[in-house]
């Protein structure tokens, strides 16, 4: 069976702003919880953080969607990003993202409507030597060929 994101949970995901309430600075980590569990932030739960941490809600949302590592639309299970930098790109970059986007049969920035995988966009990430480059759920590839994308596709498609 393919795995799926937690349901929202309003009064367990409380229990989890409480684990933080005592730590400086908790706004962050709560978020980085929120998007674990739910592969966004959404409103409702933005809503319960605003509450109990008595931050304006247009707050929680500015940080929200500021940090690219939070989303504020539901998400796939799976994160797959392709280096736009100019390094990958010289390296065939533009090629495995159509390969990629083709595959899976959206563009960069949307989500499969079984909820599996979403693109995401990805500029340099510093690791230019090994172009081109790519990310899968925070963990990156180097020199990726078309034959090793498809291979990590479905090696994320059986989790
Ligand atoms: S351009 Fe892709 S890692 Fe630098």
Redo the contacts with the bound molecule.
């Keep these: 069976m393919m795995s799926q994101r937690e349901k929202i949970n309003l009064e367990k995901f409380e229990l989890i702003i409480d684990s933080f309430q005592n730590i400086k600075g908790p706004l962050i980590p709560i978020l980085h919880e929120a998007e674990n569990m739910y592969g966004y932030i959404p409103i409702e739960v933005q809503n319960l953080i605003s509450k109990k941490l008595k931050i304006s809600n247009a707050e929680i949302n500015g940080v929200a969607s500021f940090y690219s590592m939070f989303h504020t639309n539901p998400t796939g299970l799976h994160h797959i990003g392709v280096?736009t930098?100019?390094?990958?790109h010289l390296n065939g970059?533009g090629k495995l993202l159509k390969h990629l986007e083709h595959k899976l049969g959206i563009r960069e920035g949307e989500t499969t409507s079984d909820g599996q995988f979403t693109i995401v966009p990805v500029k340099?990430?510093?690791?230019?030597d090994a172009?081109?480059?790519i990310t899968i759920d925070g963990k990156v590839y180097n020199a990726v060929t078309i034959t090793q994308l498809d291979e990590l596709i479905i090696e994320c498609s059986d989790k």
């Design positions: 280096c930098g100019t390094t990958c970059s340099c990430i510093g690791n230019c172009a081109p480059n």
